[in-house]
């Protein structure tokens, strides 16, 4: 599913969030949530820098062996009789999988949380065809209910409140139901069996691939991904080609540095690791098991020296949590699948010559996303690399490139910073302090960061005028 974007560019967007009073406190009172959470279980596991540097060496050796990788783990998949397709284009992905479905005439298929279906649209194609395609995550569930995109990566639903999923329930429902928790989850529960009963076709997405032994390997923490991936006949796996990791010891890694930078827990409540379709002796799982590799600008990030780490993400939603801009808007704002610091680097460069370039600009370039990322991606100099490439591709407007020449000149001349410094403290005083809409009507350009913020009263007297007065 696309975003549902509404508004025409990324301050529009950013300009509807904050004026969005649920959405803002649910965003901060959650990312709050899941950063203590973090703090907590990263602490108990000891000597969390030496993990984050474990884990970046990981992605960073196979991000640079990445062709052996995949080749080992589609020779060792194939032979434990699972069948791996490679696309290299999205539409090349839809077809790969429309053409198992129409194989198998699947009609009702259940779906795993998995970003990348969004990234391909794999939902809409499924439906064009005919099929019937039904989210089985709690908040998927809810937001393909409201015809809406996620705004988290892990947490699609988190800018929904209890009322209007209370509404989508009655209207699937066709009768009222109570608004407390217990209700609501009752109902999706009841609901979403009937659709695991009925699936011909099962889709998950693919936290990891293991190459020694061609595994593919699952995150969840509802119920739901086991049975997506043992009660239908037949189980397609779409993963991105960057998911590898080498061995069942570097999982081991993983599996202690996705779910406590992701919700605060030590373990993730289920983790499938699947070698192949059921066995003649097994009791349960698909009698067929086909893995979708993925490439769709991927393999130009991997070529791109500069940008190549930014493949290691393993989505776990860590920047998004520590990120002011995140939190502030949510994930809509971003107007892309992937919203957040992850989101605002890796969507222009999976899509170089669309609409995402701007997001390069939806940072403060704090540099909390590197801290907080388990692989130590620096996103914030990615950032600003993004920034540097777009202004030599000409998407920086005349107004920008004349407010960075004024600012080089005024930072190259102690004369004219002190002058203006004082002119800004005067201004500053002048307007007073909670009336920042004054700002906006005095200096127009400045209008969108004072609506929703109050400029302090300058001190008595300036930090450089009284460093000058003290005494050598």
């Not at 089985?136 to 393909?144: N, P, S, Y």
């Not at 407007?397 to 005067?426: P, T």
Request: charged fraction near 25%.
């Amino acid at each position: 599913m696309q975003p549902d974007v509404r508004v025409e560019d990324l301050r529009a967007r950013s300009s509807a969030a904050l004026d969005d009073q649920f959405l803002r406190g649910a965003v901060r009172f959650t990312v709050e949530k899941l950063r203590s959470a973090k703090a907590r279980s990263t602490d108990a596991l000891g000597d969390w820098e030496a993990w984050r540097e474990r884990g970046r060496e990981i992605r960073a050796h196979t991000l640079a062996n990445l062709d052996f990788y995949l080749g080992e783990f589609a020779q060792r998949a194939t032979a434990a009789g699972a069948q791996v397709h490679f696309a290299k284009t999205a539409a090349e992905a839809r077809s790969a999988l429309l053409g198992i479905v129409r194989k198998r005439g699947a009609r009702r298929i259940v779906k795993s949380k998995s970003m990348l279906t969004e990234e391909l649209a794999v939902n809409e194609a499924l439906e064009r065809a005919g099929a019937e395609v039904v989210e089985t995550d709690l908040g998927e569930w809810i937001v393909q209910l409201a015809h809406e995109a996620p705004s988290h990566l892990i947490l699609p639903a988190i800018h929904k409140p209890r009322a209007k999923i209370q509404q989508l329930f009655e209207a699937q429902a066709g009768a009222s139901l109570a608004s407390d928790t217990a209700t609501l989850a009752g109902f999706a529960r009841e609901r979403l069996r009937r659709e695991f009963e009925r699936a011909d076709l099962g889709i998950t997405g693919c936290n990891f691939a293991v190459a020694e032994t061609g595994s593919v390997v699952l995150f969840t923490n509802e119920g739901n991904g086991r049975m997506v991936t043992t009660l239908p006949r037949t189980h397609v796996v779409i993963m991105g080609m960057e998911r590898i990791v080498p061995t069942l010891d570097d999982l081991e890694v993983m599996a202690n540095l996705l779910p406590r930078s992701a919700t605060g827990q030590k373990l993730t409540t289920y983790m499938n690791v699947m070698t192949g379709p059921r066995r003649a002796a097994e009791s349960d799982g698909p009698s067929e098991l086909h893995v979708i590799v993925v490439d769709n600008g991927r393999s130009g990030i991997l070529g791109d020296a500069q940008f190549r780490d930014v493949l290691g993400c393993i989505r776990c939603g860590a920047c998004l949590n520590v990120c002011p801009v995140y939190r502030h808007v949510g994930g809509h704002a971003y107007g892309s699948v992937y919203s957040g610091p992850i989101g605002a680097v890796l969507s222009p460069l999976l899509d170089p010559t669309g609409p995402s370039a701007e997001l390069a600009n939806a940072s403060t370039l704090c540099g909390a996303c590197f801290e907080a990322c388990p692989v130590k991606i620096p996103l914030h100099d990615r950032l600003v690399q993004l920034r540097q490439r777009n202004v030599e591709a000409g998407r920086a407007g005349a107004a920008e490139a004349w407010s960075f020449k004024a600012y080089g000149r005024v930072f190259s001349s102690a004369r004219w910073f002190g002058w203006l410094g004082r002119l800004g403290r005067g201004v500053q005083r002048l307007i007073g302090r909670n009336r920042s809409e004054r700002w906006g009507r005095l200096l127009p350009a400045l209008g969108a960061w004072t609506a929703y913020r109050a400029l302090p009263k300058p001190p008595a007297q300036a930090f450089r005028d009284s460093f000058e007065g003290r005494s050598q």
